[in-house]
């Protein structure tokens, strides 16, 4: 069964301390991981999309990683404004879109 | 780019009356959106695939009578709750997707709160 667990499902920082969100999947046929960040009453934010193992991409403080198993969200020095839900989906042949539950990310100043 | 819009942001409804989302792509065009549903604190339900020119695609336990779903056009799709409930209220999400060559990317509206009394 296409599975997709995001870990932790809360994380609290204090600003300036780096950290990693993980998503880890069990699909067939992995057609794409995407990260999006989600704020309170407001659709999700488009940030990566990554296709194969090894691949990675960076924006602003964030870095996403992906192997064959998992992708990992890297914070690196976290502001207040990071604050967010972090979503992870994964879409497989067919193009059937899988989202995991979510890491609620609270950076404090 | 790839912006999409929805509208109406919020809307407050009685029991019984029908309630219409429009979901926009506004700088590509989509033969696929999607609409999701979410409640506090959950991650996103898909409940249906919008197909231009075809019926959507519901999810097992959507109904379809009581989701109504049309994709007019290459930019728009609509969602209407039907003789809505005091449960349906939610959060209402679409997506639209966007295929560039090799890639293949769901972007997704800013929401519509809806509230049925």
């Known amino acids: 069964e296409d599975q997709v667990t995001q870990s932790p499902e809360a994380l609290r920082l204090q600003e300036g301390e780096s950290s990693s969100l993980n998503c880890s999947y069990t699909?067939?046929?992995?057609?794409?991981l995407f990260w999006y960040r989600q704020d309170p009453g407001k659709g999700p934010e488009f940030l990566f999309t990554?296709?194969?193992a090894g691949e990675e991409k960076e924006k602003e403080r964030l870095k996403a990683t992906l192997t064959k198993k998992e992708s990992f969200l890297h914070i690196t020095a976290p502001k207040p404004e990071d604050s967010a839900t972090y979503l992870c989906?994964?879409?497989?042949?067919?193009?059937?879109?899988?989202f995991g539950a979510g890491t609620r990310l609270f950076v404090k100043a | 780019g790839a912006v999409v819009s929805q509208h109406p942001s919020w809307v407050i409804c009685k029991s019984g009356t029908s309630v219409k989302i429009e979901c926009r792509s506004l700088?590509?065009?989509?033969?696929?959106m999607f609409w999701y549903r979410q409640f506090p604190k959950q991650s996103l339900m898909l409940m249906a695939t919008?197909?231009?020119?075809?019926?959507?695609?519901?999810e097992q336990g959507v109904e379809k009578d009581k989701f109504l779903i049309n994709h007019a056009s290459l930019t728009l799709s609509t969602l209407t709750v039907t003789s809505a409930h005091p449960e349906d209220s939610s959060f209402y999400i679409c997506?639209?997707?966007?295929?560039?060559?090799?890639?293949?990317?769901?972007?997704f509206g800013p929401g519509t709160r809806l509230t049925v009394l």
């Open positions: 990554l296709y194969s």
């Open positions: 919008s197909n231009e020119g075809s019926k959507a695609t519901y």
């Open positions: 700088d590509f065009q989509a033969t696929t």
């Open positions: 997506s639209a997707r966007r295929v560039m060559g090799s890639t293949d990317t769901q972007y």
């Open positions: 989906a994964v879409h497989t042949g067919g193009f059937k879109t899988i």
């Open positions: 699909v067939s046929g992995l057609r794409g």
